[in-house]
């Protein structure tokens, strides 16, 4: 016996891997950039731990519930189109089963084949043909608030940890081009790492987040030495 085929796609872990970049992304930049503002500006070590813990926690708890909110709106979303979907169903099943026909003719089916294959998966399930054919919801792509939110609550805390530990561990004289350094290098590694786990080039996805990243350090590092400078 031949052995089954089985493909594997990436659009079945776009969902997660979305909320879990973006998260690390936001944690390297903005604690990133949070530390080497309060550093231009000449903090104590003492405050610059405290400033860095603060933006950790406060940047986590605030991705867990912004990343929460707006996945829970779509379900919300989602859920009323499949509402309205089976009323519509349940008032005009013959309607619907058009409906689906015609979209299979839209799609490049002869109208016969169509008008089969509509009868044959409302027969089998008509919501779910409606829901993945006409609405574009599927188990794939739905929504998954609490999901998004741990992830994106994780991975920041994850990518905040980096220039945290840095600010530890780096002695003071080298502590903004050790931050600097450091976090450009990981958001490098972490825009190559998502852009190969998407199917897009590694190159260009680090040279984006990179870029990115580097202009929200040193606009905040220059804005925390022009405040040093005129507070001094």
Same mark, same amino acid.
């Given at each position: 016996? %031949? ?9 079945? #872990? ?15 930049? &903005? $604690?990133? !950039? ?9 903090? /104590? ?16 708890? !605030? ?6 909110? !707006? ?29 689906? /026909? ?23 399930? /008509?919501?779910?043909?409606?829901? #993945? ?49 450091? &976090? ?11 852009? %190969? ?10 040279? %984006?987040? $990179? ?8 606009? $905040? ?12």
């Amino acid at each position: 016996m %031949r052995p089954k085929h089985r493909e594997h796609h990436r659009t079945a #872990r776009i969902a997660w891997l979305r909320a879990a970049v973006l998260g690390a992304n936001d944690g390297i930049v &903005s $604690t990133g !950039s949070l530390l080497l503002g309060v550093a231009a500006a000449h903090a /104590a070590p003492e405050t610059l731990l405290a400033t860095g813990i603060a933006g950790l926690v406060a940047g986590a708890m !605030s991705m867990a519930a912004g990343e929460y909110v !707006s996945v829970h709106s779509q379900a919300d979303s989602e859920a009323a189109e499949l509402e309205q979907e089976r009323r519509e169903l349940a008032a005009d099943r013959g309607g619907e089963d058009r409906e689906l /026909a015609a979209i299979y003719v839209g799609r490049g089916l002869e109208p016969a084949l169509a008008k089969q294959v509509a009868e044959q998966l409302m027969a089998h399930d /008509a919501l779910g043909a409606h829901a #993945r054919d006409e609405l574009g919801i599927t188990d794939t792509f739905s929504a998954r608030p609490i999901q998004a939110a741990l992830a994106s609550a994780a991975s920041f805390a994850v990518g905040a940890a980096q220039p945290l530990l840095v600010t530890v561990l780096a002695p003071g004289a080298y502590l903004i081009p050790a931050l600097a350094g450091t &976090s450009l290098v990981f958001l490098a590694v972490l825009g190559a790492l998502a852009a %190969r786990a998407g199917g897009a080039g590694m190159a260009v996805g680090a040279l %984006r987040v $990179t870029f990115w990243g580097a202009l929200a350090m040193a606009v $905040t590092a220059g804005v925390g030495a022009l405040w040093g400078t005129t507070v001094a």
